[in-house]
């Protein structure tokens, strides 16, 4: 069973940055295409970007395209969202989640979505 946890959250302001990390443990990470979704208080949760297994083919909602980077180690078993020019639209609670995917392909769906982590929090605001 793969488990994900994610960090880096914070309380930031409108403008700057923060990186989220998301650690896996379990056997086989590196065949997991892992996503990252948030969910606003009162709002569905919604995806923002995944990468595939190989690191390859990353993809991003449109709210967050141009600001926000998908990267992943497979060495560390670690997945990075380095998220710029941050706005109070992007308070939320961020998870992160893996998925067995065809090579190349990411997951965008929450039913694509084999293992969960818990959220960590962003809130932007001046």
């Known amino acids: 069973h793969l488990s994900l946890v994610a960090s880096g959250g914070g309380l930031v302001q409108p403008g700057t940055s923060l990186k989220l990390s998301c650690v896996a443990s379990?056997?086989?990470?590196?065949?997991?295409?892992v996503a990252w979704f948030r969910q606003a208080p009162g709002k569905d949760r919604v995806w923002v970007s995944c990468i595939s297994s190989s690191g390859g083919d990353p993809g991003y909602a449109d709210p967050v395209r141009g600001r926000f980077t998908i990267s992943r180690d497979n060495v560390k078993n670690t997945v990075f969202l380095q998220m710029n020019s941050l706005n109070t639209g992007d308070t939320a609670a961020y998870h992160c989640a893996a998925g067995i995917m065809s090579y190349g392909s990411c997951p965008k769906k929450m039913e694509e979505i084999y293992s969960w982590g818990q959220g960590t929090q962003v809130t932007v605001s001046s």
């Open positions: 379990g056997p086989g990470f590196d065949a997991y295409a």
